[in-house]
């Protein structure tokens, strides 16, 4: 068994984090962090009653306390640097949930990790459901390279297109260019501007923005006389847990930085 | 049983009218006109064997020959006013199924059908599907006025949006205004420009242009924790068929102009 | 401003009728019962602040007290007769949100409504948007008769096909039995039993159960060379707030017993 | 450039072979056998002019004359065995776009291959959109094993479910079975008999037969509040062709009997 700590224990992502570690067969949970709820015992922050397991502050500390195989960590963009240091230098796996490393800092601590023999995680999605879309997207691409994106979201989303979207096209694009695959040539005329959407390496995108969406998205592949469409329907934010769990189990078997949850696909 | 001529009996749209009208119960084909393969049998034209009805020159002499109840035009943009208003001074009803016709035409012509008493009947869209879509459309915007439009051509469309897309926000548009409905406000920031599609009367229309689409159309409506989708595909030509022969039973019922299938749904 | 009672204020759907009636600008939340939480303030139960309205437990004592116009009721199947009897004899317009109601209390509460001028509102769903997609299904089905229904349910919803989509299907039948409108012979032999789905009024149901869906549900009509497809997502329960706001604005229009949201539509 | 044979070259699938080869820029088309149309030019039967190429009667003398570097069978099942013999013996590649050899016909003709260091290839689905489909869906089955098939064909389709849900379903179980991973226990119970479909490897497949549908297939997978559905639509028989042109560039890469298009991509 996995023995599985979490940094940002108390917080919205990482209770579920607790949530789902102690409900795997594979997994314990064994410690908590955070800086606030110090003392709180975690499996009470997470809904699944008393694990006398209080919530600790020092991750250095409980690292040399506990010795946990892996740390899940979902807590702050200026908290995650040092965090993962911190780790690495205890020679414990790291899996990061939080976004917001630069590329200069992922570089360091790919170097850091190699050094010490321990392997990073970094992913910026952990849904499992949009991972495989976007890896499917490239595998059609070199046979279908005539292609459109309409992704939909809840009317709060304040930008547009969303970056998967834009991931998506990127992925598709890459994988019709190493195949040299050709494109038909696209001849519409917009007579009202907008209608033919953004273009991301000449990809349309069409962002749909109304209530009673969640978070979706469509790739329409359009072939001779066919078509192949992939949907992805993001429901709940708890569908990034089995990317997580994933992710938990997989870390060890990649010593250095991984980037990207495909890699375990 | 109702006595159908058909004025361009030898087009492409022409022929599928003939073979229409011959295989319905409560209608019987009496004659074909046509400025092109005059005195060839209508029916071997459209591919349902001899029927001994040759296709004839002149509109006016077969009308007083045959003394048709309707005429069914599928001519030229040119001619179809002259058309009209011979079957009207021949006090025969006319479904119209040739655009082209100014404002002003149909003003005209709507007059003297009402001096005739006769009926003629215009339409941009024989698809009942399609204007079925749009009267849905309609009823549901005073209660989900948030809504956007998707509509899914071939790459051989030139245009975008459609003509349909803009007909259907129109009619929603003006439903919900008659109702004083309010939708919510779009706050979102295109990063990327077009990735909100086109506003007609503020509302945004997607275009998709690709291979394998012939002529498809989606009204999303947004509401509270819930979507009411609208969703039309045209996949064949022929989908016009049984909007004209419901178009030929019904004329008669509205004396004078009667513009749009919805009239009769 | 109409004047609302909620009963059952401190319950799930009560709690959230107490928010959306506080939120809406034609509407005065002025009471609410329950059988518990006897005193506390019905604001604070429902997350919206302290609205200094204690929840009080005897419901025909608050009538007369506080004479709302209208009586929100989500309280229990075996409550719900009495308090309907109670608000009709005070005299009080009546929501009723639960379910369980005979055949024969409905036509008992009915004629007492008409007796005593009182509107009594019932609904199966306050889903506006399935309301809709069931009276959309309606009206499309004389001119395209041909059609199936697939709902898509959570892995936990027991029972297939849903109520919903038995609802459905009651609905189409009806009207294209009315129309006279005839559908095409199902020829199709089943290699594999289940294959064409369960029958109502001989309309295939296909219920599909997987994790990830919440309640959903399409309408298929089929066509010559065109398809219409009607679709409802449910994502989330408060979708009903909006139906039941609607009834109460409603209700007094129609005086004695109305069952079903559409009759507001 | 590859020199190609048309056999059957004067039949409905067969002279649009004859149109696909002919446009195709790096394939050449070099000659037509059939037992009708003797003596005709197989460009006119194929609509794209005039080519100077006779269809022939006898496949033997034919590849004699000519030879090709790969014939494209499209004749009838009772033929294929012998022409696919004779194709072999000559030492020419061979992509048989009939069904009907039985598994030991298939056997025969690969060893006969092998022996004469020639590639045969036989496909029962030429389509790369439904190849892919399946391809795809057997891929994301073990992320996300629990999984639904809806298919949908126009109503002249006389069983169900369709031989691809039935393949696709094959593919979807091996590959979940073969990852270890675990679907979710189906506990719905049906009230209505069929509602749940039929099961193939416990995989619920539900059959749509409806006027206006061509040949379409959805794979719904369910995941952890989110969803991933891949969907196939076909709305022509010229969609098979950029299958036939793909297996025709590719046969001579795999010596011996390959069998099914997922071999090429």
């Known amino acids: 068994m996995l023995r599985v700590l979490v940094n940002g224990a108390d917080g919205r992502m990482g209770s579920q984090v607790v949530k789902a570690v102690y409900e795997d067969k594979e997994l ?22 008393v694990l006398n397991i209080p919530v600790r502050a020092d991750l250095g500390a409980v690292l040399e306390d506990i010795k946990p195989d892996v740390v899940v960590d979902f807590t702050a963009p200026k908290a995650i640097f040092d965090n993962a240091k911190t780790c690495i ?5 790291i899996v990061v949930g939080t976004t917001g490393l630069t590329e200069e800092q992922r570089v360091e601590l790919g170097n850091m990790a190699v050094e010490h023999r321990v392997s990073i995680f970094i992913a910026p999605n952990f849904s499992i459901g949009a991972v495989l879309m976007m890896k499917l997207s490239a595998e059609v691409a070199p046979y279908l390279p005539d292609v459109e994106i309409i992704e939909l979201h809840h009317n709060n989303k304040l930008d547009a297109p969303s970056g998967t979207a834009i991931m998506t096209a990127d992925k598709i694009d890459a ?11 696209d001849k519409t005329h917009e007579s009202l501007e907008g209608a033919r959407g953004a273009k991301v390496d000449d990809i349309p995108i069409h962002s749909v923005r109304l209530p009673g969406y969640v978070a979706h998205q469509q790739v329409l592949f359009g072939g001779y006389g066919e078509l192949l ?17 994933l992710a938990v189990k997989k870390v060890s078997s990649r010593p250095g930085l991984t980037f990207g949850l495909e890699n375990y696909l």
């Open 28 to 49: 314990e949970i064994v410690g908590g962090v955070s800086i606030s709820n110090i003392g709180r015992d975690i499996g009470e922050l997470a809904g699944v009653g």
């Open 175 to 185: 994988a019709r260019k190493i195949a040299g695959a050709q494109q038909a040539q």
């Open 89 to 93: 230098s205890h020679g414990v796996d």
């Open 229 to 245: 469409t992939i949907r992805h329907d993001s429901i709940d934010r708890k569908s990034f847990m089995p990317g997580v769990i």
